[in-house]
């Protein structure tokens, strides 16, 4: 069965740091990670998936097979990014999500 | 720009109660996700409908929780009989045909007593 692990609950980070979220998971075959973001008071959204290779609202992630990680990076922390964040892995196109636990980042000013 | 729905967006029961949950997902989206999220941890898959069909529920504890997506629109989960151990958040998520981005509802909060 896969599995989405998220190390840290909490991260906290000054403006302007960079900030880096780690995520990592199990599965045997090739699956496809994404990260999702929840701001306060509003629903869970997708940031990002490791297909398109895009950057949105200055954050990176890059797949890593070897050593099964997706981390999601951004150079330079903005107090808007604060918010919860979660990985998640889907094992075939259009199939449930699996998610990690979700770190909490807060950005201090 | 369309959204997920649901309702209630708070409910509050006695255990060995019925409760029921809506959602009306984004209008084309064939695709309609049930998930639970208790406090702390992320979203689990309790249900996942393609149309009006069931595609995915092994995660459903089906002693106790049904949904349904009679007409391939909106959705009902219901929980008979509630326990302490239902309470939390209860997503619902639409996906349209061909996309990856599953669409979240502002969730259900359940607190069960």
């Known amino acids: 069965a896969q599995r989405v692990t998220q190390p840290e609950k909490l991260l906290s980070v000054f403006k302007g740091a960079p900030v880096e979220l780690k995520c990592n998971y199990s599965?045997?075959?090739?699956?496809?990670l994404f990260w999702y973001v929840q701001y306060s008071r509003q629903r869970l959204q997708l940031l990002l998936r490791?297909?398109s290779r895009e950057s949105i609202k200055g954050f990176t992630a890059d797949l890593n097979k070897g050593e099964t990680s997706f981390h999601l990076k951004k150079p330079f922390a903005q107090e808007e990014d604060s918010a919860m964040y979660y990985c998640?892995?889907?094992?075939?196109?259009?199939?449930?999500?699996?998610f990690g636990e979700g770190t909490q980042l807060t950005v201090n000013p | 720009e369309a959204e997920v729905a649901q309702s209630p967006r708070y409910k509050i029961t006695e255990k060995s109660q019925a409760v029921a949950f809506w959602c009306d997902p984004i209008?084309?989206?064939?695709?309609l996700y049930w998930y639970r999220q208790i406090l702390g941890q992320g979203p689990e898959l309790l249900v996942q409908?393609?149309?009006?069909?069931?595609?995915?529920d092994s995660q459903l504890p089906k002693d106790r929780f049904s949904a349904e997506r009679l007409k391939g629109v909106d959705s009902t989960l219901k929980i008979q009989p509630a326990e302490l151990g239902d309470s939390a958040m209860y997503l619902c998520?639409?996906?349209?045909?061909?996309?990856?981005?599953?669409?979240f509802g502002p969730g259900t909060r359940l607190l069960v007593l």
């Open positions: 209008s084309g989206h064939a695709t």
């Open positions: 490791h297909i």
């Open positions: 409908f393609q149309d009006e069909s069931v595609v995915d």
């Open positions: 599965y045997s075959g090739s699956p496809e």
């Open positions: 998640a892995l889907s094992t075939t196109s259009g199939s449930r999500l699996t």
């Open positions: 998520a639409s996906r349209r045909a061909g996309q990856e981005t599953q669409y």
